[in-house]
């Protein structure tokens, strides 16, 4: 028999009883909905945590001080003070196939006001003019901070949106005073929303300062540390909560006895930044980037060989690829339990089929006689199924459809459309439909034609 032919015969067959054929559907359509809701919900999740980690600053190597033992006591990750404003300017300088910026990071905290109002900050911390595109920050009103008043210690802050709410209700913000610890700022910038992190804290609850600021004015409270104008490095003068501040190249690395680094120079913690942030290129492999920055700044630590690295290292990406790996995991299962109801729906299939060939075996017999071979019967009842499942397919990727979307504005969970997940649930309803189908069509292919038109 030719296809069409033999299409259209499988057609008719399966309208003569519509209501058994849509019953027979059913099993297929709610495990392929359930698949394609599932797939999409996971995709979307995903894709949120990729997007909330983004925004938290892709691409970044965070880099702290060692952990120091004391008395047989350890002190943890960022326990050694030995991290300088320096050491993200020199991988800036040696890596800069690598590296696209780097900054120092230093966090402190404390109560702001504004006139009659206050309000304790989450975060206040302090980074270099590089530090808001590696952090994922866009300004929203405003303008950031300059290298300029980096060096100069500027008493200049930018606000994220809940200080903004809370300590400016009305009023626009820039150009504004803030005082932050006893010490006067002026906001130039409003920060956009980025809402919640991976962790579910308020990324907007902030302030950020250029790192000097926050070192000699909210830290150190003044006190010593080395100026450099006209060129006169190595020198030290009183630093006040107004006075101007620039980095120098003097070195910051003087002895110690302090184990294991006896040979090591010890970094003088009035200096030091809490870790550095260095964004790695699109496209550069974290380990790669990490490999050319040790050397870099165990030539900025004076580090002899044979002594153990005073930092430590960390692929600030392997956070979202666990979580993403974590969402994987849990989708894949919830997948495996909608294909289930696949599986029952194929039985059901393979079920009706049976005992539509024992309600037809006449007609089977029937056409055998008038010259139709085993094959044509075979593939009459095995495109039947086929046609049965990929009917219920079509519908379920519906269905599936408007269930994410249900889920997505009346819940609030995120999904993605996936054309994977239909072109899969098409693959397999198609399977289902050859797997389940063969045994009765083979059966039916094999039927004697005198005792099938002697069947009653």
Not at 97 to 125: C, E, F, H, K, M
Not at 264 to 277: G, Y
Not at 410 to 436: C, D, N, Q, R, Y
Request: charged share 15%; proline share 4%; aromatic share 6%.
């Amino acid at each position: 028999m030719k296809f069409g032919t033999l299409f259209m015969t499988c057609l008719s067959g399966l309208v003569r009883n519509p209501m058994r054929a849509a019953l027979t559907v059913l099993g297929i359509v709610i495990g392929i909905a359930a698949v394609v809701a599932i797939y999409e919900i996971g995709e979307g999740s995903k894709k949120q945590v990729a997007d909330r980690f983004s925004s938290m600053g892709a691409n970044v190597i965070n880099v702290f001080g060692a952990s120091v033992s004391t008395a047989g006591v350890s002190s943890g990750m960022g326990g050694r003070a030995s991290l300088y404003a320096e050491d993200a300017e020199a991988i800036m300088k040696e890596c800069p196939d690598l590296v696209s910026a780097a900054s120092p990071y230093v966090r402190t905290s404390g109560q702001v006001i504004v006139g009659n109002q206050n309000w304790s900050p989450r975060n206040i911390v302090g980074g270099n003019e590089h530090y808001l595109n590696i952090e994922g920050w866009k300004v929203a009103q405003g303008r950031s901070f300059t290298k300029k008043q980096v060096e100069e210690a500027a008493r200049v802050c930018l606000i994220g949106n809940t200080i903004a709410k809370n300590l400016y209700t009305g009023q626009d913000p820039i150009g504004q005073d803030i005082r932050i610890k006893d010490v006067v700022f002026t906001v130039i910038g409003v920060l956009d929303t980025k809402g919640a992190d991976g962790m579910g804290n308020d990324q907007d609850d902030c302030l950020i300062l250029p790192w000097t600021s926050v070192r000699t004015r909210l830290t150190g409270g003044g006190g010593t540390a080395v100026i450099s104008k006209g060129g006169a490095a190595n020198s030290s003068a009183t630093v006040s909560a107004t006075a101007t501040f620039s980095t120098s190249a003097v070195s910051f690395y003087p002895g110690t006895d302090l184990q294991p680094y006896s040979n090591a120079p010890h970094p003088l913690r009035t200096r030091t930044v809490d870790s550095l942030l260095v964004q790695i290129k699109e496209g550069v492999e974290p380990n790669t980037a990490m490999d050319a920055m040790t050397p870099v700044l165990r030539r900025q630590h004076q580090l002899e060989p044979g002594v153990l690295d005073d930092f430590e290292m960390r692929d600030r990406s392997q956070f979202v690829k666990m979580m993403n790996e974590t969402t994987a995991t849990i989708s894949s299962l919830l997948v495996a339990v909608a294909m289930i109801s696949l599986v029952v729906g194929g039985v059901g299939i393979m079920n009706i089929m049976m005992v539509s060939v024992t309600e037809r075996t006449r007609e089977i017999g029937l056409r055998m006689a008038v010259g139709a071979r085993p094959r044509d019967i075979m593939w009459q009842f095995l495109l039947e199924a086929i046609l049965l499942c990929l009917c219920g397919g079509v519908i379920g990727i519906g269905l599936g459809r408007l269930a994410s979307m249900f889920v997505s504005s009346k819940m609030g969970w995120p999904t993605a459309t996936s054309v994977e997940a239909m072109i899969l649930s098409v693959s397999v309803a198609a399977a289902i439909g050859i797997i389940f189908g063969w045994y009765p069509a083979w059966k039916a292919s094999k039927l004697d034609p005198i005792d099938a038109l002697h069947h009653e």
